[in-house]
């Protein structure tokens, strides 16, 4: 779908008139990948073939540079080859033979020779220039050759001798290719073509945003357009490859804009037409921009230095590459680089592989701590190197999520869940997943997610009531102020987080410490008699639970199967009316505790 470029259309459409009319031209489509060469080089190829045009074309690739002439060959082989033997003959016998020895279709005509002496390449462009007048002699013919900057170097030879000196007659030369990859001669040939009025330039932009509308069609609400147009900064490849991800689930989010997208969240169409771009890029420098992908933009280049490990005097010509290339680009302010598209950071990102980015994640958040950032800047680093256990990371994500909590719940959100995972059910952290749990529950229902947050608060609701369970204990054994503390730290955060069930749970079994030998024969009776009504084979599994195995585990020591164990556990999970392994596990102990007191009969149904 071709949509704006209206400009670019009457020029295009000129150029086509001027050769049909006899006179030769060259028309060049320069930009940066996605652009929109290639749906305009097309779309031009295509009028021409309505209008009666001999069309030929082919497009060039990064991993066939080392076939001479390919991009040629491609282009005209099947057109060389269908051609009668009189035309053939009809350019020369000199001509026929230099032809003959690059196109495969003519091999049968060759003399054996191989086109190698710049002499000899020499000839070869004037038989080629011979052959583009002979194919125009009976109709116009338009050669249409994209992402020529990844041609090979006979090929850009070829080319630029066509440049300077075009063929006679109907002949329309389109050329596509991104100018910070060409090769230099191409580039000066068509700069002294321009000059002298042999050839034009169509520099190609971004859409504007009433132009990104039009092509992605209908998307189903503003704000998510607003974002896919940034996000591809207006390229209209990029902006379909991300509108296409939209289609299939891939979903990106407004609020994480400034995140990179990784793994299967990033078209792999958009992150191959980078990683081309940066494949071959020394490691020095790669490391460079792989450091300013993990900051975010725009990247303070004495940060990606350190997160890079590299000495200035590497850093800076690394840098003078990259900005050259126009991988990154100069910002207002000093020594601050951006991408030249978002997209290109998340293929850059991708890129790096995920040990050396959590590497660069881990050294990234220990420089901004270090240097007085806010949490908030610091979490992003946080979340994507911490490993589980890390409770400094855990309260640094904590503290992310509750500054972010009164004016952007779903970056609340994200940090609580990041803490939470970090938690992983361990016991030394069930006071905080608590808290958590509740926090995360109201941020959810603050930004509209009703259903997640009382399926939160639900598993908020199960934890509290194994700690209370947990706490009675210690209270019976005389450690009333260790119980205490533990009510009331449920207490507190229930009440300010607005669960005022979990909070009136935790009140009233405060109150019931004084009496706490009574309480837990009433709780031994109910964990026991049973707990409630637990059969053997489901204690013995409540009890490995507890002990910390997983569902296999406990399959091979009982010599049963993994589908029978998880019938227990879901029966186990109905009879105490809880929703996780960790409550089970908790319930048993509690229990075992009581038992060994004296408090409840041992026996289990």
Known sequence: MLVGRLPELRRLRAALERARSGRP????????????????????????TAHGWRVVAARAAHHEREFAFGTWIQALDDCVGKLPAERLTALGGQHEAELAMVFPSLAHRSRGRAVGVPAERHRFHFAVRALLEELAADRPTAVGLDDLHWADPASIELAAHLLRRPPGGPVLLLLAYRPTYAAPLLRDALASASREQRAQVLELGPLSASEADELLGSPPDAKLRLALYRESGGNPFYLKELARGEARGIHLDPAHASAPRTGAELPAAVRASVEQEIAALPAGVKKLLWAGAVLGEPFDFDLAAEIAELAVAAALPALDELVGLELITGTSSARRYGFRHPVVRAAVYESAGE??????????????????????????????????GDREAIELLRAAGDAAAARAAQTAVRWYEAALG?????????????????????????????DEGRERLAEAVDAAKTKILAARAPGAAGERDHARRILTGVQADAGRWGALRVARMAAEEAQHLDGAKVSIRAAGGRLSNGMPALTAREREIAALIARGLTNRQIA??????????????????????????????????????????????????
């Open 556 to 605: 091979r020591q009982l010599f049963v199967s993994v589908r029978t164990v998880e019938a227990h556990v879901s029966r186990i999970l109905d009879k105490l009316s809880v929703r996780s392994r960790s409550a089970i596990a908790t319930l048993t102990t509690t229990s075992l505790v009581a038992a060994n007191l004296g408090l409840a009969p041992r026996r289990c149904e």
């Open 25 to 48: 031209g060259v028309l060049a489509l320069v930009g940066e990948a996605g652009i929109g060469k290639t749906t305009l080089l097309e779309w031009l190829l295509g009028r021409a």
């Open 422 to 450: 970090l938690t992983a059910d361990i016991d030394a952290f069930r006071d905080l997943r608590i808290a958590l749990l509740l926090a995360l529950s109201s941020a959810l229902s603050e930004h509209g997610m009703l």
């Open 355 to 388: 040990g050396w980015r959590r590497h660069a994640h881990a050294r990234a958040a220990a420089l901004l701590l270090n240097r007085g950032f806010a949490q908030e800047a610091v979490a992003p680093h946080v979340e994507r190197s911490a490993g589980v």
